[in-house]
């Protein structure tokens, strides 16, 4: 009878352990709606307990970002499980592509395997329709450097499917960003490294997020970058620290700042005023050549390669009138001195542009471009 008692009770306890198994679904959050509620008087017969969790965001072992998702979600997706999420429920399910692939889901690493000749592509699909840009973090960045005149002749890095052209690039950008402009277009977006010649250094490891329509972390259109803090530094592409570097040709674009409230104004200045940190057609070697601003006099100065910042001034405070904008030379200085000095600009939004053409001078060879720390300016009563 004893051993009839202990037989039934290890039946019964593995009637409890499979009525009792909890059976693991992960929430889709494909189109951000919440999913009714079920019925708990309707399951009271139901022998399962579900577990459901959302696809979040979550943060892996290596410190990327992931989404949560099941073990056999993550391995349909071609992801990388990379730590658990969900109360341990789930997994922090990190995606990685390499050349020649494609892909629809949100938080993308494109990676390189090797420094082979041929092209690497991918082709970006929107996640979901209401996607209206990309942001490229280049976590890093190292293709071959510009020839002579700032022409990525071996290197470069392309975008196309955009509402708005984007620069080519190529050379040392590890650290920088662009937003890619996709508007409600549904057609894919194409990431391409395009390469002539072999080049030991090549590497890059590029991370996509797409980012919704109306959403806080939607840039202003025409912006392929964006900071949103009110201290920061920004760069031209190919800009290297030490007096290295050379800035690209062919560049046409726009730096935005988002104003903080609070803040009317922005001043900006060289990263360093002991070296090259700006330096664009008009400076030369060694670079001491002094800074030429332009005026609306005066419209054939800076004509060549300039960085726009409108309505600049050497002193703290609005202007009534605006004579200054275009900056070149070998500092930056409005009274075409070779000493740099901070500059003020109020107008809004906060934006600035970088333009240059497709020739350099022979005696400008130290064209490196400009690296300028910034900082929001408090609004003033009156």
Not at 50 to 61: A, Q
Not at 211 to 233: D, H, K, M, S, V
Not at 256 to 275: L, P
Not at 353 to 358: G, H, V
Request: glycine letters at 8%; charged letters at 15%.
């Amino acid at each position: 009878q004893v051993m009839h008692l202990t037989t039934t009770l290890w039946r019964i306890a593995a009637i409890y352990c499979i009525t009792s198994r909890a059976f693991i679904l992960a929430k889709k959050d494909t189109d951000n709606c919440e999913k009714p509620s079920v019925d708990r008087k309707s399951k009271l017969f139901s022998i399962f307990s579900i577990v459901r969790f959302r696809n979040d965001l979550c943060s892996s072992t290596d410190g990327r970002n992931g989404t949560c998702y099941t073990t056999a979600e993550c391995s349909s997706h071609s992801g990388v499980s990379s730590g658990s999420c969900a109360a341990g429920f789930g997994v922090c399910c990190v995606i990685e592509r390499g050349c020649v692939s494609s892909t629809s889901l949100n938080c993308t690493y494109w990676k390189n395997l090797d420094s082979t000749t041929s092209n690497c592509q991918l082709t970006v699909s929107k996640c979901t329709p209401n996607v209206c840009q990309l942001r490229l973090d280049f976590i890093s960045l190292t293709l071959a450097p510009p020839n002579t005149n700032g022409l990525c002749e071996t290197d470069q890095f392309q975008v196309t499917g955009g509402t708005a052209p984007v620069p080519s690039i190529c050379g040392q950008n590890s650290g920088q960003h662009m937003y890619i402009h996709t508007g409600t277009n549904a057609a894919p977006c194409r990431l391409n490294i395009a390469t002539n010649a072999a080049f030991a250094a090549r590497t890059f490891n590029i991370k996509i997020t797409q980012i919704e329509c109306c959403g806080e972390y939607n840039a202003p259109e025409g912006c392929l970058q964006w900071f949103r803090t009110a201290t920061g530094t920004v760069m031209s592409f190919n800009f290297v620290a030490n007096n290295q570097g050379q800035h690209l040709a062919n560049q046409d674009y726009s730096i935005c700042i988002r104003m903080e409230a609070g803040y009317c104004g922005v001043c900006y200045s060289q990263c360093s005023t002991t070296t090259a940190d700006f330096a664009l057609s008009g400076g030369v070697a060694p670079v001491t050549a002094p800074f030429n601003s332009v005026t609306d006099s005066t419209a054939m100065m800076c004509s060549m390669d300039f960085l726009l910042i409108p309505c600049a001034s050497a002193t703290l405070g609005p202007q009534t009138t605006c004579t200054r904008q275009k900056f070149c030379g070998g500092s930056l200085n409005t009274n075409g001195d070779a000493t740099p000095i901070p500059i003020y600009s109020y107008k809004k939004p906060f934006i600035i542009r970088f333009m240059t053409d497709a020739n350099e001078p022979a005696a400008d060879v130290q064209n490196r471009g400009f690296c300028l720390n910034f900082v929001q300016q408090l609004c003033t009563a009156g």
